[in-house]
């Protein structure tokens, strides 16, 4: 590896390091939607299925079995913080669009999407559950909440996979 690739390779990891802990510091905020989205999380990476044969029928936790209230309605406190924790975690995306590869700055820009999803909050969710029901669907605001939470986490661990590779590929 010559010093350039080195160099490229420290740049790389220190941008997806920064981008990491700032996807990691928005999902926090949400309270008690994130923690239940992180005991499914934790309890399916325990069970060893694999994400990308399983089929929704198959997807069963734990935290599943159990009356985890969600709340309504973001807290106060997330409304609060989110927009600022959404501001450092596109400043932290911006080095990684810079530095790539496409295989790492895509997923980066989907945690960016469903941040500005979650953001949105309930008004955006109750529109979408409000035409699902138009369109026959049973879907309440706080399943699609709950969905995007999942999403977001999914696509954390997606960019830490393809960060890894491109890490790998760069001849860490």
């Not at 390779?9 to 802990?21: C, E, P, S, T």
């Not at 994130?34 to 990476?45: G, I, L, S, T």
């Not at 709340?71 to 600022?84: L, Q, V």
Request: proline residues 5%; contains cysteine; charged residues 30%.
């Amino acid at each position: 590896m010559t010093a350039l690739d080195n160099h490229r390779h420290d740049r790389r990891k220190d941008a997806y390091l920064a981008y990491v802990d700032a996807a990691r510091a928005f999902i926090p905020v949400t309270g008690e939607l994130f923690r239940a989205e992180e005991r499914d999380y934790v309890a399916h990476q325990a069970s060893g299925t694999d994400l990308e044969t399983e089929t929704l029928e198959q997807t069963i936790t734990w935290a599943d079995t159990l009356w985890t209230p969600f709340p309504a309605e973001p807290s106060a406190a997330w409304r609060k913080k989110a927009p600022e924790r959404l501001h450092a975690l596109t400043t932290a995306f911006d080095r990684i669009d810079l530095e790539g590869p496409p295989e790492v700055i895509a997923p980066g820009l989907a945690i960016i999407a469903s941040a500005h999803r979650l953001i949105a909050g309930s008004e955006l969710f109750a529109k979408e559950a409000e035409q699902e029901a138009a369109e026959g669907g049973s879907a309440t605001e706080m399943d699609l909440l709950r969905a995007e939470a999942h999403h977001y986490r999914m696509l954390c661990g997606e960019f830490r996979k393809q960060a890894k590779k491109a890490l790998d590929l760069s001849g860490s």
